[in-house]
T-cell receptor, first 111, second 112 residues
Framework: NAGVTQTPKFQVLKTGQSMTLQCAQDMNHEYMSWYRQDPGMGLRLIHYSVGAGITDQGEVPNGYNVSRSTTEDFPLRLLSAAPSQTSVYFC??????????FGPGTRLTVL | GQQLNQSPQSMFIQEGEDVSMNCTSSSIFNTWLWYKQEPGEGPVLLIALYKAGELTSNGRLTAQFGITRKDSFLNISASIPSDVGIYFCAGRSGGSNYKLTFGKGTLLTVNP
């Protein structure tokens, strides 16, 4: 099992550009989520999904969209990147025992 | 909303020393998880706790689910340099709710 994979590992965008952060898991987990991690702020939940076709907002959803067309994939879209979205983004999936497993992260810089 | 207070924020210790850190919550949790994050990596699950009073070990790490269900503790015995990293606690309120609330982390530095 590869676990949770994320691409790209690094990305630099200009303000106003859009992009999609990819996340995939091969553990057949229903629950998946996206977090951003900023210094001094810990991990903050952006969006989550409890299964294919079902998504919901987390703590900091503005400026981000998600969709869940399959159990395996949960992409995060930045519609119009802003410098405030410079952060490290983590995708996670959760087992039935509510243990969340994290991907390696995407380090995003918005200029 | 739920809040988790994790302390201490940082620790600087000598190799071989024992380490203790804890998390307290303003509300009850049904699951406590402890993670470690190394530079440039994602958090890695260390220990999961499911019952009040539960004490679980993973090598030199021991974690406890507090009796009040509002706190949890992580101890590391005989620290070594590779213990360096940020340790996070996370709690889940229960039922069908998968969402976790995270502490802000404890930065551990081990001096060889």
């Amino acid at each position: 099992n590869a676990g949770v994979t994320q691409t790209p590992k690094f990305q630099v965008l200009k303000t106003g550009q859009s992009m999609t952060l990819q996340c995939a898991q091969d553990m057949n987990h229903e629950y998946m989520s996206w977090y951003r991690q900023d210094p001094g702020m810990g991990l903050r939940l952006i969006h989550y999904s409890v299964g294919a076709g079902i998504t919901d907002q987390g703590e900091v959803p503005n400026g981000y969209n998600v969709s869940r067309s399959t159990t395996e994939d949960f992409p995060l879209r930045l519609l119009s990147a802003a410098p405030s979205q410079t952060s490290v983004y983590f995708c996670a999936s959760s087992s039935d025992r509510h243990e969340q497993f994290f991907g390696p992260g995407t380090r995003l810089t918005v200029l | 909303g739920q809040q988790l207070n994790q302390s201490p924020q940082s620790m600087f210790i000598q190799e071989g020393e024992d380490v203790s850190m804890n998390c307290t919550s303003s509300s009850i949790f049904n699951t406590w998880l402890w993670y470690k994050q190394e530079p440039g990596e994602g958090p890695v699950l260390l220990i999961a706790l499911y019952k009040a009073g539960e004490l679980t070990s993973n090598g030199r790490l021991t974690a406890q689910f507090g009796i009040t269900r509002k706190d949890s503790f992580l101890n590391i015995s005989a620290s070594i340099p590779s213990d360096v990293g940020i340790y996070f606690c996370a709690g889940r309120s229960g039922g069908s709710n998968y969402k976790l609330t995270f502490g802000k982390g404890t930065l551990l530095t081990v001096n060889p």
